[in-house]
């Protein structure tokens, strides 16, 4: 069984009609209807009921269409991977979140040019699912995000936890009362600007988790598109909004940072790659990121690429 002829079976299932399946293919009907046939000898079953118009999967069939099709997607996530590895010497393409461009990212990257000063290096701003997305495809090389996903092609590198802290308007009677910290339960009944709005999964279900997870419910919550967009909403006496603590310069003159009470909640910084890529440049990233965590005195757990 080769790959040539998974193609040509979901090009069949897909169309309904040898005809137009071979169309698609740019191939005439008699070699892919024979194609086909080799391929139901081969497993021992039959894949296509013909007595049926427009073509129909017997059972069997149905199992390897679906089967066939993640087969295909890994083959071309491969090769596309691949090819980004392949033109790794010339370039670095970095995916990220915003809020982790507020962090010490710029510092890395500063550091970085240190070690590779003719290496070109390619920002993309890209949620956690996307990145996940640009990797596979191999848009990107590594990806700097806050959500946890599982991907067979991707390895997640939990670089460290960080706090998270309530953005408060300075006027609003939390911020007045000067309270040095906050629980989640405080917030149940507060307007909540959370984001980005899309795409989805993103921070907000993050935030969202957070509540469920206590058994409580943000009862009064807007969706907006993006982080600038929340916080200055906040300024403007909006509602509150939830970020990691490394945002708290922004705005300081407007808006109020609140600590979580004894630091418990917190937000993942994950370092993306590919699975079994093990290039000095990437290994050099995240030495150079581990550098910055020890003189800005984070917390963190080491790993290796």
């Known amino acids: 069984m080769e790959l040539r002829h998974l193609r040509y079976f979901v090009a069949v299932a897909e169309e309904k009609s040898f005809n ?3 169309e698609r293919l740019f191939i005439s009907q008699p070699p892919l209807s024979r ?3 080799q391929l139901e000898e081969e497993i021992g079953v ?3 009921d013909r007595d049926n118009r ?3 999967l017997t059972e ?3 199992f390897f269409y679906d089967h066939a099709l993640q087969i295909i997607k890994k083959s071309d996530d491969l090769r596309a991977m691949t090819f980004r590895k392949g033109n790794f010497d010339n370039s670095l393409s970095i995916g990220f979140v915003s809020s982790i461009l507020y962090g010490i990212l710029p510092k890395v990257i500063t550091r ?3 070690f590779y000063p003719n ?7 890209l949620n956690s699912w996307q990145q996940t997305q640009s990797l596979v495809e191999g848009k990107i090389d590594v990806g700097y995000g806050r959500l946890l996903f599982e991907d067979a092609s991707i390895r997640r590198l939990l670089l460290r936890e ?3 802290v309530v953005a408060v308007p300075v006027k609003h009677r939390l911020a007045q009362e000067k309270q040095k910290s906050i629980r989640l339960m405080d917030l149940t009944n507060e307007n909540l600007l959370l984001y980005p709005m899309a795409p989805r999964p993103s921070f907000i279900d993050y935030v969202l988790e957070l509540f469920e997870a206590r058994n409580l419910k943000a009862n009064y919550f807007t969706e907006v598109r993006e982080l600038h967009i929340a916080l200055g909403l906040v300024a403007a006496g909006e509602g509150l909004t939830i970020v990691p603590k490394t945002l708290e310069h922004l705005r300081s003159q407007e808006v109020t940072y609140i600590p979580f009470e004894d630091g418990l909640l917190t937000s993942p910084i994950v370092m993306s790659v590919r699975h079994f890529d093990k290039s000095e440049l990437l290994k050099t990233l995240l030495d150079v990121t581990y550098q910055i965590y020890d003189e800005e005195g984070f917390d963190y757990k080491r790993e290796q690429i």
Do not use: D, H, V, W
């Open 20 to 22: 137009k399946a071979a």
């Open 119 to 125: 290496i070109e290096i390619k920002l993309y701003e």
């Open 60 to 62: 069997a069939g149905e």
């Open 112 to 114: 970085f040019r240190e």
């Open 46 to 48: 039959t894949l296509i």
């Open 162 to 164: 960080e706090s998270l």
């Open 54 to 56: 427009p073509l129909k």
């Open 35 to 37: 194609q086909i046939k």
